[in-house]
């Protein structure tokens, strides 16, 4: 600031002294010569004019009176009166004019007709023309009085420009004081009060701008001091606050972590019941016909002690078709173990080529046995339409199961809820579809159940969102299925709803792995 202060004052007082030392005297030395310049010609016209009239009345006392009218001038040097004549040569084709001195005072002067101007002298002509005399006027004038004109101006100017520049320090002295430093003092607070100082003030004592600007500085600093002061309570009240919603953020982790445990159970409940039921059939058959070798064995030992062998035969091989039947049946429950096993020792992140229709058909039946072990008198209408051309597609056959598992039993859920209101006069139904695409696969699951109201159709895959009476659902079974689906395998899960009527839930699974897989986070 006090830089740019000096270097303002500075400016100005240079170009002040440049005009005045160099192009103010310059100009007044032009104009006084050209004012002398004019003066002195003015005098030779004015003599000359005066020297016509008397040789024209032939009066010469006037031309001497004429003559005599600028000798009183201390400036003069000289003044000649020259006679000018036309010489022609003998064949009058041409002239030259002469001139020679008529009368010149002071008669000792060294200046001749060829007299001119130059540093010390002035020199003017004036031409007159009589009809008795041709001639001029030759007028010279010092310049001794110009020149002194010319000093003392410059003299003048440099005392002015003396003064400009005092004038100038003064005021530079003046403004830094005033301005210049109020202002460094305002710029040595701010960094103190950037500093976190706020007990910093600046002095108000002047009443023109500065001043004002100190006041509201002083303001400014007083304000941000109390807003600091509520700041930092506010951020001690934040900080605990913030402690409080980490802990309830832990709790809450935990508390998912339970849940979604709890939805597995859950499922892993419902796939249980329907693994029991599909085994419990083979098993009956199973029993039942070991009950019968028995009976058919003692039977057969009777025989033998009766020695009716072909009774005995006859039996035999009633032993051995029953034999063949537990075999049959025995084969159908390992074959049911063993595909359990398969998709149960499969990762969640590991993917390969599986029957997709076998898969929805063998969760479908697992579904339904289990809703059949909890309600003998549950029974639905099955519409299947399987694409027989989708053949094997890449998927996590475990999280693919959970995913078909929860939308059979919610299909079912809605269609048990809607016969408990209808009872007879509503046929339960569940239209499960595959059907390939261009670059997909699509899966379809619809009931006739009781539909999903459109209130409410925008939540039903947010986490813990249910419409199930509480302690029958946690909440996540289509929030994790809708994660599998989209950030598992790259694909889609959308429903299609009308309250009262039907639930269509569709399942679109990419052929190819063009997609960057996500691990669900459950």
Known sequence: MKTKIWLTVATIVLMFSFFTLFYFPDQQAKLLLHNYNNEVQNLANTVSLGVKIAITEQNFEGVQTALEFVKGD?????????????????????????????????????????????????????????????????????????????????????????????????????????????????????IRVGEGDFSTRVKTDSGDEIGEL???????????????????????????????????????????????HKEKMASLGELTAGIAHEIQNPLNFVNNFSEANQELIEEMLQELNKGATEGAIALARDIKANEVRIHQHGRRAGGIVKGMLQHSRIGTDHKELIEINNLADEYLRLSYHA????????????????DDSIGKVEVAPEEMGRVLLNLYNNAFYSI??????????????????????KNAVEISVKDNGMGIPQQILGKI????????????????????????????????????????????????????????EETPVF
């Open 74 to 190: 201390p400036r003069l040097e000289f003044i000649s009166m020259l006679q000018t004549d036309t010489i022609w040569n003998d064949t009058h084709t041409s002239y030259t004019i002469s001139e020679k001195l008529f009368k010149t005072y002071p008669e000792n002067n060294t200046y001749g007709s060829t007299a001119v101007t130059d540093e010390t002298i002035i020199v003017k002509r004036s031409p007159f023309a009589s009809s008795m005399m041709n001639g001029a006027i030759l007028l010279g004038f010092s310049t001794d009085a110009i020149n002194s004109s010319k000093e003392r101006i410059k003299i003048t100017s440099l005392l002015v420009s003396g003064i400009v520049f005092s004038i100038g320090i003064v005021i530079g002295f003046w403004l830094s004081k005033n301005i210049s430093d109020p202002v460094l003092a305002l710029r040595n607070a701010a």
């Open 371 to 386: 809703i059949r072990a909890k309600d003998r008198t549950f029974n639905v209408k099955f519409i299947i339409c399987f």
């Open 461 to 516: 895959f947010q986490p813990f969102f249910t419409t199930k009476p509480t302690g029958e659902g946690t909440g996540l079974g289509l929030s994790i299925s809708y994660d599998i689906i989209t950030k598992g395998h790259g694909g889609e899960l959308e429903v299609e709803t009308q309250e009262g009527e039907y639930s269509k839930f569709t399942i679109k699974l990419p052929l190819f792995s063009t997609y960057k």
């Open 214 to 260: 100190g006041k509201s500085f002083n303001k400014m600093v007083k304000h941000l001091s109390r807003t600091t002061k509520k700041l930092r309570r506010a951020n001690l009240t934040l900080a605990a606050t913030n402690d409080t919603l980490q802990n309830t953020v832990q709790e809450l982790k935990a508390t998912q972590a339970q849940l979604i």
């Open 416 to 437: 048990v809820e809607k016969k408990k209101q209808l009872r007879d006069a509503f046929e339960p139904m569940l239209e499960v579809t595959t059907r390939k695409l």
